[in-house]
């Protein structure tokens, strides 16, 4: 029988020799460790703010029970846990299948644990929790996948990051709860019909936190609450990025921003990408090809634009700075055989962000031949880290192996930018990465889908990945527009790729052009910065006449949109709310609204319906029940809970507005 206890403000459980804690964590919300040592593990990876709320326990011989605001977990005397609302209603409950409790309508002979530790020869443990499934619930969230499918329910997802994958376990469901599960081992999970099942490869201990609310934005705020929130988007954020794969040298980076104000086109940000440096891990500018970049970012703030920067986190074995970062320990090292972990066009590995001494050290190289010269916003690429081959065993960190901490790097990496950025008294901080964990929203990560493939069935997947990051808590995010791989700008078939992904690419976090088109440009020589090839020309009037005026049409709708834009970036700041948003989020009373998986909410008052298929002229639009809708491009006006069919010829993207005051900016 297990001894359960009211102590320390939470209630404990200890069966065998397992110790198991609830505690209140936040608003509505508790957090559930479980562990097989002497005491528990202290790390809280990505929850912050505890809070200081006081809750009801009750404990006996029986059970357990610790009900904090909205939510209430109950313990039996065998160990297995449930949660309910305040209404009393089930949320959540362990699959517990074992003869542990023989007054328990679960008690079996399969003998399968809810918490099962299976131990490491001489390390530490691989985790399974189970939890019971209700076929019926839906599930949002979890970070980006490359898969179409908005309800993850039936799905299973690797928890890991990889080149266009990023692992971020927080979830929402139907049901009126969020979980997260808090642990940055290498894993997998299972949305299964019969079960839900967590994995860790490695790790010492359990851990996740799970909140009650009556609407998902209660929820997707209680979660903000404990894992922080985006900064304010800077003003320059909010407007168009233009970027290619890449731009050589200065005087091309030059003549493309002239040429964008010649042309009086709105341009933000404008972005020097990888190997522009001499050898990876010499973060500085290659003089032969850059040989005044002073001067060059002193003319681009002159036109009104910020200059964006390519950080790789390789380091080369014959850069100026390897051998130091090697003797002082702030490289990935390797478990085994050659230490190499990318191979893109010399052996590098690199460096262990999870290290805080490798963190300003990478910093202080940056901020001098950098930051001091006016660069304030980087795009820190490679940030899963990618390796040549994900054998996630092979590699050890300054926190340990990679199997059992290794998902929380690229949070490590946004957090060396931001601290040394803020530490030089910059605010609205935001940097562009390729991959986050839980939590990377306080360091100003700004995630982007990958080297994704430039086409219909890419961009829908795009689609699903955008608004589930969102739910997870990740609510700056944007894509390539017209993807990365591929993609001929004479070739009619990508120019309405092209098209259609920057008219949805104007409703976005963050509205950006890259990509790596074809043919290739061959490399300036073979050696330092010059060995890399170069992409085919890939700005707005790149892609022929027709689709130069759709684009210009949508580079001035977006510019218009900036003051609506920035007062839902300030939501996302102060409340953690998603800029992109299921339907279901605004109108969760509305069944049918939780059932739409190819239309969304930019903010609280537009409704986005892309065109994710080639040919397309016409689509059906269900409108949330609830408000009066407002076509855009015609005016006409329609009661919600109606689906209703509307034209999109090719320089129209289906919109609809809550708001009638929002036509004027969105077609004046």
Not at 47 to 63: F, M, R, S
Not at 468 to 480: E, K, L
Not at 597 to 618: K, M, N, S, T, W
Request: glycine share 10%; with cysteine; net charge negative.
């Amino acid at each position: 029988m297990s001894i359960i206890k009211a102590e320390g403000g939470m209630l404990t459980v200890r069966y065998n020799n397992e110790l198991l804690w609830v505690e209140p964590w936040g608003a509505n919300a508790l957090r559930v460790r479980a562990c097989k040592q002497s005491k528990m593990p202290s790390e809280d990876w990505a929850l912050g703010n505890k809070g200081t709320a006081t809750p009801q326990i009750k404990a006996g011989d029986e059970g357990g029970e610790i009900t904090n605001g909205k939510l209430t977990a109950r313990v039996t005397r065998a160990g297995a846990l449930s949660f309910y609302n305040q209404k009393g209603e089930l949320l959540l409950e362990e699959f517990f299948r074992n003869r542990k409790d023989v007054t328990s309508p679960k008690c079996s002979a399969l003998d399968i644990d809810a918490r099962e530790f299976k131990p490491i020869l001489g390390g530490d443990y691989t985790l399974t929790a189970r939890f019971e499934s209700d076929p019926a619930e839906r599930l949002y969230g979890m970070g980006q996948y490359q898969q179409p499918y908005l309800n993850l329910k039936g799905c299973e997802l690797e928890l890991a990051q990889r080149n266009s994958q990023a692992s971020v376990p927080f979830l929402l469901s139907s049901k009126g709860y969020g979980f997260l599960w808090n642990n940055p081992a290498v894993g997998s999970v299972t949305f299964g019909k019969n079960i839900t099942s967590w994995h860790a490869q490695s790790t010492k201990v359990l851990d996740y936190w799970i909140t009650a609310g009556d609407t998902p934005a209660e929820i997707e705020e209680a979660y903000a609450g404990v894992a922080g929130t985006v900064p304010m988007m800077p003003d320059y954020g909010m407007g168009f990025w233009q970027c290619k794969l890449r731009y050589q040298t200065q005087d091309e980076l030059l003549t493309v921003a002239r040429e964008y104000k010649k042309r009086g086109l709105p341009i933000s940000v404008i972005v020097v990408d990888y190997f522009h440096w001499p050898l990876e891990g010499e973060w500085k500018f290659d003089p032969e090809y850059w040989p005044d970049p002073d001067g060059m970012i002193k003319e681009l703030k002159e036109m009104g634009i910020e200059l964006m920067v390519s950080i790789w986190p390789t380091v080369d074995y014959n850069s100026e700075n390897f051998q130091e970062m090697k003797e002082k320990g702030y490289l990935i090292n390797s478990e085994r055989g050659v230490p190499i972990g990318l191979r893109f066009l010399s052996d590098t590995l690199h460096y262990d962000a999870t290290n805080p001494e490798a963190r300003e050290f990478v910093w202080q190289k940056v901020k001098q031949n950098y930051y001091d010269k006016g660069v304030k916003i980087f795009w820190l690429d490679e940030a899963e880290p990618e390796y040549s081959f994900y054998d996630f065993d092979h590699y050890r960190y300054h926190l340990g192996p990679n199997v059992q901490i290794g998902n929380i790097y690229p949070r490590c990496y946004a957090q060396t930018f931001y601290e040394g950025m803020e530490k030089e008294g910059q605010t609205n901080i935001v940097n562009l990465l390729r991959c986050a964990w839980a939590g990377s929203q306080k360091y100003g990560a700004l995630v982007w889908s990958g080297d994704i493939h430039s086409s219909f069935g890419s961009l829908r997947n795009q689609f699903a990945a955008g608004l589930n990051m969102g739910i997870a808590g990740i609510p700056w995010w944007t894509t390539d527009i017209g993807g990365f791989h591929g993609g001929d700008p004479t070739d009619p078939e990508f120019r309405e790729v092209l098209v259609r992904w920057f008219e949805y690419g104007a409703f976005c976090p963050v509205m950006r052009l890259h990509g790596d088109r074809e043919p290739h440009k061959p490399p300036m020589s073979d050696v330092r910065g010059g060995r890399c090839v170069s992409g085919a020309d890939n700005e707005v009037w790149s892609f022929g006449e027709e689709a130069y005026e759709i684009c210009k049409k949508y580079l001035f709708l977006r510019e218009r949109m900036r003051p609506y834009t920035q007062s839902v970036m300030r939501e996302a700041h102060e409340k953690g709310s998603p800029v992109m948003r299921p339907l279901f989020y605004g109108f969760p009373e509305d069944k049918k609204a939780w059932e739409i998986e190819d239309q969304y909410l930019f903010g609280g008052d537009i409704l986005v319906a892309p065109i994710l298929y080639a040919g397309q002229r016409q689509r059906e639009v269900y409108l949330p029940r609830g408000a009066a809708w407002t076509e855009v491009w015609t005016g006409k006006r329609f009661d919600g809970g109606v689906t209703v069919t509307v034209d999109a010829p090719i320089d129209q993207i289906p919109l609809f507005v809550k708001d009638e005051s929002l036509l004027s900016m969105l077609n004046p």
